[in-house]
């Protein structure tokens, strides 16, 4: 769900960039284009009012031109005269034409006329001029001079077939009065174009023109090849006066067709906005020019002139450099659009193809397994399984997927009762959100079978939200089956074991009494027959039976013992007295060659055991050492101690349910042939024997008393190089106080806890030890070196009230436990104890800040004394 | 947010590494002459080239010349040849013929309908110099000539002055009125009834009429043929300098003058193509 939402928030964070960006570059190109269009303006503007300026400076040159020729000192006597009512002679023309021709023509000008008040042409370059009246421009010229107007310029017009303008000024004699007329021909070099053509050009498709009140243009067309295509003009022809700038409605340039100029068409934008309002304007949305392009313009109209200055510039030029920008924008922009989305499909591809890899992967996984698995959501309904559920329990994936798990196959008991949700373990881890393994649980096939299960089920997170679980199962219907079946066959051959071994307990015990009933039926009929003849002989016969009567007896107790079921005669005993008792009877039991060893710990705990059966057990272990050793030279040790037995070892032992604990152990170990595996499954079975001799009995009587002290027996085997047999018998606790037959009756302090380290190679010696310790009221923890004895100490430092380490030990000795003791805390306190003399140990530590010394082997009460004084009779 | 960084950049960059719309600007000065067909075939170019723009100035070929080799501007127009001195100080400049043109002597239309339609080289002198001063005198009305000439630096005048005169520097009647340019001399011409002046080949439109030369009782009117021909004598190669180091872009323009457009152009200019 979150990787869905994810997505979806970049997605629109990435659409939501585009737009934005979209946005921008929209924004930056409007103001681009505004940029563009106020240079464009800012540029019209500059030369429109160029252009005006320009013009009004040309006809302001053109005035002091006319101003110097009327003025001049030559020329000026020479007008006046003309303009005399006397005729002029010939003669009198010439010198005039001559002098004006040089100022006039030299200049640039086309001709001069001078002009009587009457309007009519008294001299000019042409004879036939004379008499002529002027042309109509030129009158309303004339009209403006008399009107007060210093000189007054005509728009161009035609005047024999050319284009004409004429500068007019008026001549005045001293007193100011006009008394005639003077005009000058304007030549190509002083009309209009001149300036429109240069200074009113920019750019390439930029101009400047004159147009009239109706619209003609007064000068000449910078885009005349445009008009020429249009079919507006002919090649040659100019453009002044005969082009009326009129709105054409289409592009001519695009599509050139000739239109006749009927004036039907509206005057163009600028003409129409600057002849009506005479107002200085502009656009810069773009109109159509008099060739029907698009065009920005300027325009203003100007009175000197009387006549329209307006500057264009084609629209597709000015925006060149917008219409460049934009498309490479927009083309960057398509590009930027093209890869984001190429990318964004790219990645979304990659993350479908990941995903599905995955999947495929998981489901493969999921598929592979031989454990069914199955997915529930939080409400119990199933969202996956795999191939194995669906094989195990015969379902199709659509029947099972979304249905509620537990209805559809575990819905029962398996003995048929209604097994309600609420009650399923599954289905409580499940709300619970835990962990859960179970093995006795079974589910319901689609066909009504039931398959036993073993299954497994762990919740699924998603961050911290639960949002199902998965459970994993195996069918263990089989292996139930196996087991049950294992066990029956255990049962039954337990069982024929037993009547086996019964049936040789039996043969045995008939066997035995058999012969022993016939050495007595035979003696007691023998006495029968010899009491009167020869006495002494049924005697003799008597007292044969007597014997074979108590062989009989002997082997009853020995049946007894081995049923565990005889009477004990229990005392408090020291084990390890009874083997030194026994010495002398077990040495003479053995052969020669073979020697026991002692190892028997004196301050053994008594406990309440039967001393005759213990004397037994003995007797039968050694004895069952010395045949094994064979006649050969062997060894048996006899070792006896204390130890403390945990749960695992004592599975290893013979004993009926016994609790780990603290036990007096005796261990019988010989060199002899040793045993294998199958032999020792054997030993303890009654009449089983691989003597010749024997009755085989023994072993099962040792086991049977060790078992009815609530003990342990364990045999260790090393085939060929010998056996040992070693049992165990609790130890109660609580009888402790009755165990020290030596102690005096001071007792021991009590102190008030604390723990004690206590450091030994000897097993028993620990073990003891502790027992003291414990009795005096501190709790111990053991090592058996000095170097487990550091690490412990480093361990459990804090607790540690002091240290009781032997001397002598390996991997450490005591002395050196006792300086590296003292390096880590120099308050530490040690208490050595040693089978060495007191004062040859305690030499090493003089000075040493020893804090106690026990000779081995200690007394509690001995112990107590020198803890006591170390803790400076602390209780 | 890096993109929108990018893409000011690259607008910036390409607004400041925009083709700038400045134009390279050519000028030309010199004979007028040569300045009639400079104006059509400088059009002509910068219809394939507009990013160039030309300045065209007359002055007369003197003029020219010395303007282009002070380098004030590019290209010099001549319609004469290099006086010795001119030669001398010309440099690292080509002297380059573009057109062939002719003096053609020219009068008011009134003059030619009164029946002067023709003249001699000796009466075209003696006009000039002045011992002829009336149009009856040369079979025309009576009206008294006004003379035109041209400065003394014009290419036209020297050509004309070398053949008419003798000499490029001969000087002419006093009453005579000098004039600048070939425009100047066409307007006085057709704005008079009773001018005469010489003007380039080119100039000669309807406007004013050229008159025919009479040679040896030949008449030798000045047309293309008799120009190219050598039979009309008054002609003269018409020249630009262009100076060795001058921009890629005036060097392209003049092998535009020679090249088959440009020479085509010299036609509708109303010249002779260098051949």
């Known amino acids: 769900m979150l990787m869905i939402k994810n997505r979806f928030f970049k997605f629109s964070f990435a659409i939501g960039v585009v737009i934005a960006l979209f946005f921008i570059v929209t924004l930056g190109m409007a103001q681009l284009k505004t940029h563009i269009n106020t240079h464009a303006l800012d540029n019209l503007t500059a030369i429109n009012k160029k252009v005006?300026?320009?013009?009004?400076?040309?006809?302001?040159?053109?005035?002091?031109?006319?101003?110097?020729?009327?003025?001049?000192?030559?020329?000026?006597?020479?007008?006046?005269?003309?303009?005399?009512?006397?005729?002029?002679?010939a003669k009198q023309r010439f010198d005039l034409r001559k002098v004006l021709a040089k100022n006039v023509f030299s200049q640039h000008y086309k001709g001069f006329f001078l002009i009587g008040k009457n309007r009519k042409i008294l001299v000019s370059m042409k004879q036939r001029d004379m008499g002529m009246q002027v042309p109509e421009l030129a009158q309303e010229a004339i009209e403006r001079l008399e009107q007060g107007e210093q000189s007054a310029l005509t728009h161009p017009f035609v005047y024999v077939g050319q284009i004409s303008m004429w500068i007019l000024k008026a001549i005045t004699d001293e007193h100011g009065k006009s008394m005639g007329y003077f005009a000058l021909e304007l030549g190509n070099a002083h009309r209009f174009s001149v300036t429109t053509l240069s200074a009113g050009i920019s750019y390439a498709s930029g101009e400047t023109y004159l147009v009239n009140d109706q619209g003609w243009m007064l000068s000449e067309s910078r885009l005349k090849a445009g008009l020429i295509s249009a079919g507006l003009l002919k090649t040659g022809d100019a453009t002044t006066l005969n082009i009326q700038v009129l709105d054409p409605g289409i592009n001519l340039l695009n599509q050139p067709i000739a239109i006749s100029r009927t004036g039907q068409q509206p005057f163009t934008y600028a003409v129409e906005q600057v002849t009506s309002t005479h107002q200085p304007g502009w656009n810069t949305d773009g109109y159509r020019d008099y060739r029907g392009a698009l065009v920005l313009g300027v325009w203003q109209w100007d009175k000197y002139l009387n006549a329209a200055i307006i500057s264009e510039i084609d629209q597709g030029e000015a925006m060149q450099l917008y219409v460049y920008v934009r498309n490479v924008l927009l083309i960057l922009l398509f590009f930027v659009l093209a890869g984001t989305l190429a990318a964004m499909m790219a990645y979304s591809r990659l993350r479908i193809r990941s995903e599905r890899e995955a999947n495929r992967h998981k489901n493969l996984l999921l598929e592979s397994t031989a454990e069914a698995i199955y997915g529930i959501d939080m409400d119990g309904y199933c969202t996956f399984v795999n191939r194995s559920f669906l094989n195990m329990l015969g379902y199709e994936e659509s029947e099972v997927v979304g249905k509620h798990i537990h209805q559809l196959i575990h819905y029962a008991y398996p003995d048929g009762d209604d097994y309600p949700v609420e009650a399923c373990s599954i289905y409580r881890a499940h709300r619970e959100r835990t962990r859960v393994h179970r093995t006795d649980e079974s589910f319901w096939r689609k066909d009504g079978t039931l398959i036993m299960v073993e299954c497994w089920s762990q919740p699924l997170f998603e961050g911290d939200d639960a949002i199902g679980?998965?459970?994993?199962?195996?069918?263990?219907?089989?292996?139930?089956?196996?087991?049950?079946?294992?066990?029956?066959?255990?049962?039954?051959?337990?069982?024929?074991?037993?009547?086996?071994?019964?049936?040789?307990?039996?043969?045995?015990?008939?066997?035995?009494?058999?012969?022993?009933?016939?050495?007595?039926?035979?003696n007691a009929s023998l006495v029968e027959s010899n009491i009167l003849k020869d006495p002494l002989k049924a005697k003799e016969r008597a007292a044969k039976i007597i014997l074979s009567a108590e062989k009989a007896g002997v082997l009853c107790k020995q049946m007894l013992a081995y049923s565990g079921k005889g009477q004990f005669i229990l005392k408090p005993i020291n084990l390890s007295s009874i083997v030194e008792e026994m010495t002398h009877l077990l040495e003479v039991s053995i052969d020669k060659a073979v020697i026991i060893k002692y190892h028997l710990t004196s301050q053994l705990p008594l406990i309440m055991v039967d001393e005759a059966q213990m004397q037994q057990v003995i007797m039968n272990l050694v004895t069952n050492a010395n045949e094994a050793i064979d006649g050969k030279s062997g060894v048996i040790s006899l070792t006896t101690g204390v130890m403390n037995a945990e749960a695992p070892y004592l599975a290893t032992c013979y004993a009926d349910h016994i609790q780990a604990g603290r036990f007096i152990y005796v261990e019988v170990c010989d060199t002899g042939c040793g045993m294998d595996k199958e032999t020792v499954q054997k030993i303890f079975d009654p009449f089983f024997?691989?003597?010749?001799?024997?009755?085989?009995?023994?072993?099962?009587?040792?086991?049977?008393?060790?078992?009815?002290?609530?003990?342990?027996?364990?045999?260790?085997?090393?085939?060929?190089?010998?056996?040992?047999?070693?049992?165990?018998?609790?130890?109660?606790?609580?009888?402790?106080?009755?165990?020290?037959?030596?102690?005096?009756?001071?007792?021991?302090?009590?102190?008030?806890?604390?723990?004690?380290?206590?450091v030994d190679d000897e097993e028993t010696v620990r073990e003891v030890a502790c027992m003291m310790l414990e009795e005096m009221g501190f709790d111990t923890i053991t090592a058996c070196n000095g170097e487990e004895g550091l690490s412990m100490y480093k361990k459990h430092q804090h607790s540690i009230l002091f240290v009781l380490t032997d001397l002598t030990m390996p991997r450490m000795s005591g002395k050196e436990l006792f300086t590296e003791l003292k390096n880590i805390n120099p308050e530490c306190r040690v208490i050595l104890s040693s089978g060495y003399n007191s004062t040859e140990a305690i030499q090493q530590f003089s000075g040493k800040g020893l804090a106690g010394f026990v000779q081995k082997p200690f007394t509690p009460q001995a112990l107590s004394e020198e803890v006591k004084k170390m803790l400076g009779e602390q209780p | 947010?890096?993109?929108?960084?990018?893409?000011?950049?690259?607008?910036?960059?390409?607004?400041?590494?925009?083709?700038?719309?400045?134009?390279?600007?050519?000028?030309?000065?010199?004979?007028?002459?040569?300045?009639?067909?400079?104006?059509?075939?400088?059009?002509?170019?910068?219809?394939?080239?507009?990013?160039?723009?030309?300045?065209?100035?007359?002055?007369?070929?003197?003029?020219?010349?010395?303007?282009?080799?002070?380098?004030?501007?590019?290209?010099?127009?001549?319609?004469?040849?290099?006086?010795?001195?001119?030669?001398?100080?010309?440099?690292?400049?080509?002297?380059?013929?573009?057109?062939?043109?002719?003096?053609?002597?020219?009068?008011?239309?009134?003059?030619?309908?009164?029946?002067?339609?023709?003249?001699?080289?000796?009466?075209?002198?003696?006009?000039?110099?002045?011992?002829?001063?009336?149009?009856?005198?040369?079979?025309?009305?009576?009206?008294?000539?006004?003379?035109?000439?041209?400065?003394?630096?014009?290419?036209?005048?020297?050509?004309?002055?070398?053949?008419?005169?003798?000499?490029?520097?001969?000087?002419?009647?006093?009453?005579?009125?000098?004039?600048?340019?070939?425009?100047?001399?066409?307007?006085?011409?057709?704005?008079?009834?009773?001018?005469?002046?010489?003007?380039?080949?080119?100039?000669?439109?309807?406007?004013?009429?050229?008159?025919?030369?009479?040679?040896?009782?030949?008449?030798?009117?000045?047309?293309?043929?008799?120009?190219?021909?050598?039979?009309?004598?008054?002609?003269?190669?018409?020249?630009?300098?262009?100076?060795?180091?001058?921009?890629?872009?005036?060097?392209?323009?003049?092998?535009?003058?020679?090249?088959v457009k440009g020479q085509r152009l010299v036609e509708r200019a109303g010249y002779l193509p260098i051949q």
Not at chain 1, 698 to 715: F, P
């Open chain 1, 689 to 758: 024997t691989t003597k010749v001799t024997g009755r085989g009995l023994g072993m099962s009587a040792v086991l049977g008393i060790v078992r009815g002290h609530q003990g342990a027996l364990k045999v260790y085997l090393e085939p060929g190089r010998g056996t040992t047999f070693k049992f165990l018998l609790p130890v109660d606790e609580s009888e402790y106080g009755l165990n020290m037959p030596t102690e005096q009756e001071t007792g021991v302090e009590q102190f008030s806890g604390g723990t004690v380290l206590v």
């Open chain 1, 52 to 89: 005006r300026d320009a013009l009004h400076r040309q006809i302001d040159s053109n005035v002091v031109t006319i101003t110097q020729i009327i003025e001049g000192r030559e020329t000026r006597t020479l007008l006046m005269d003309a303009l005399n009512p006397a005729e002029m002679t």
């Open chain 1, 469 to 522: 679980s998965v459970v994993t199962f195996l069918d263990i219907t089989e292996q139930r089956k196996n087991e049950i079946e294992r066990e029956q066959m255990e049962k039954q051959l337990q069982h024929s074991q037993r009547l086996e071994s019964l049936g040789v307990l039996a043969g045995g015990i008939a066997h035995d009494f058999n012969n022993l009933l016939t050495a007595i039926l035979g």
């Open chain 2, 1 to 259: 947010m890096r993109s929108i960084h990018f893409f000011w950049i690259l607008l910036s960059a390409m607004i400041f590494t925009m083709p700038q719309a400045r134009a390279e600007t050519i000028t030309v000065s010199g004979s007028t002459t040569v300045k009639k067909y400079m104006q059509l075939v400088a059009d002509a170019y910068m219809q394939t080239h507009p990013d160039v723009h030309f300045s065209i100035n007359g002055g007369g070929s003197t003029s020219g010349f010395g303007q282009l080799i002070d380098r004030r501007v590019d290209i010099g127009m001549m319609s004469r040849n290099l006086t010795v001195e001119e030669q001398q100080t010309l440099g690292d400049v080509q002297h380059v013929a573009v057109a062939v043109d002719a003096v053609v002597p020219v009068v008011s239309h009134e003059v030619q309908q009164s029946g002067v339609s023709q003249i001699t080289p000796s009466m075209l002198a003696d006009i000039y110099r002045g011992k002829i001063t009336n149009w009856k005198q040369v079979g025309g009305a009576d009206r008294q000539i006004l003379l035109v000439d041209k400065e003394m630096h014009r290419g036209t005048r020297h050509v004309f002055a070398q053949y008419v005169l003798g000499s490029p520097t001969a000087a002419v009647s006093p009453e005579a009125i000098t004039l600048e340019s070939n425009d100047d001399v066409v307007n006085i011409v057709s704005g008079s009834d009773q001018a005469i002046a010489y003007v380039s080949f080119s100039y000669v439109n309807a406007l004013v009429y050229g008159l025919d030369l009479q040679i040896e009782g030949k008449l030798v009117a000045a047309t293309v043929e008799n120009i190219r021909s050598g039979a009309y004598p008054i002609s003269r190669k018409l020249y630009v300098l262009l100076p060795n180091d001058a921009s890629a872009q005036v060097q392209a323009f003049v092998r535009f003058i020679l090249s």
